[in-house]
C-alpha cells in the first residue's frame, strides 16, 4: 500500500516536485529540466498507474486517497495528503481535482516499436496546441487509432496541460518522433502504410474512399497553415473531410476524429 504522509507545510522539500506548477520557469514537467510527468485527477492518475509512466509519488487531499485505495493497494510510493489550502500553496493555484501524481520520463519509443502491430497512426505536423494535441490523444484512444507520430513543430505531448485533456490517454496511446519530416514518412511506407494528407483543398479526393490500405497514416497539420506542401506531396494521397460551404477548415483535434471514426466505418 502507497505510504500515506501528512503534509502540514507548503515549504515541506517532500512535495518540491509539485512545486509551481503554473510557473513557465520553475515547471517540473519541462523537458529540458526535471522532464517529470505530472497526471492530474483521479482518472488521470488511475490510468498513470496502469501506463508505462509508475509514479514515483503522489500528492493530494484525503479523499482522494481513499477513492483511488484500490489502485493504490499494490504500489509502493508516498501518498502525500495535505489539505486543498496547503496543495494550492504548493502548485500555485487551487486544484478542483484534488490530486497529482509525479512520474519520471521514461526511455522514448522508437518508431519502428510504436508501428509494430499498428494498423491506424496519426502523424502530426505543426500542432503545437496542448489542448489540441490531448484532445488528438484522446480521440484516437476512443476510436481505435493506434498511434501517434511527431513531425516537426509539435508541441510536448507531456506537459501537464496535454496529459490532462488526454484524460491519461497520452499515457497509453503510444507515440514516436519521426527522426527527418517530410522525409521520414518513408519509414511508413515500408511499414505497408498508405499516407493520407488530410486538407479542405475541395480538389482533394473524399476521404471515406481516399483510405484504401490496410495500414493508413493520416497527416494532419496546425490550424490555419495546415500540412506543408512538401508534406502534402511526400504523402500517397490528398482526402478532403467534406464540409458546408462556406466552411474553411475545422479544429485539427475534431478533423482527427472524425478521420478516426471514417477508418474504423470503412475497415
Avoid: W
Avoid at 518513408?186 to 475541395?202: C, K, S, Y
Amino acid at each position: 500500500m502507497a505510504e500515506l504522509i501528512d503534509i502540514d507545510d507548503p515549504a515541506d522539500p517532500r512535495v518540491a516536485d509539485f512545486r509551481d506548477l503554473n510557473n513557465a520557469d520553475r515547471r517540473p514537467d519541462l523537458p529540458g529540466g526535471k522532464g517529470l510527468v505530472i497526471a492530474e485527477g483521479v482518472v488521470v492518475v488511475q490510468r498513470m498507474l496502469a501506463s508505462r509512466f509508475p509514479p514515483f509519488a503522489l500528492l493530494g487531499v484525503g479523499k482522494r486517497h481513499e477513492q483511488l485505495a484500490e489502485e493504490l493497494a499494490g504500489v509502493d510510493v508516498p501518498y502525500y495528503r495535505a489539505s486543498a489550502e496547503v496543495m494550492a500553496e504548493v502548485v500555485g493555484f487551487h486544484l478542483n481535482r484534488g490530486v497529482l501524481a509525479g512520474a519520471y520520463r521514461p526511455r522514448e519509443l522508437t518508431v519502428d516499436e510504436v508501428l509494430a502491430g499498428a494498423r491506424t497512426v496519426a502523424v502530426l505536423e505543426g500542432v503545437n496546441d496542448h489542448e489540441n494535441i490531448g484532445s488528438i490523444f484522446r480521440n484516437a484512444a476512443g476510436l481505435g487509432a493506434d498511434a501517434v507520430l511527431f513531425g516537426d513543430r509539435c508541441s510536448d505531448p507531456l506537459y501537464r496541460r496535454a496529459v490532462r485533456v488526454s484524460m491519461g490517454h497520452v499515457l497509453r496511446v503510444p507515440f514516436a518522433q519521426l527522426p527527418a519530416f517530410p522525409e521520414g514518412l518513408e519509414v511508413l511506407r515500408r511499414n505497408g502504410f498508405q499516407t493520407i494528407a488530410l486538407t479542405p483543398d475541395p480538389k482533394a479526393e473524399n476521404l471515406a474512399t481516399a483510405m484504401s490500405g490496410g495500414k493508413v497514416a493520416l497527416l494532419l497539420g496546425a490550424e490555419g497553415p495546415g500540412l506543408t506542401e512538401d508534406t502534402m506531396a511526400a504523402s500517397d494521397i490528398r482526402a478532403r473531410i467534406p464540409m458546408t460551404p462556406g466552411t474553411d477548415s475545422l479544429n485539427v483535434a475534431t478533423a482527427a476524429a472524425m478521420a478516426f471514426y471514417e477508418r474504423v466505418r470503412t475497415q
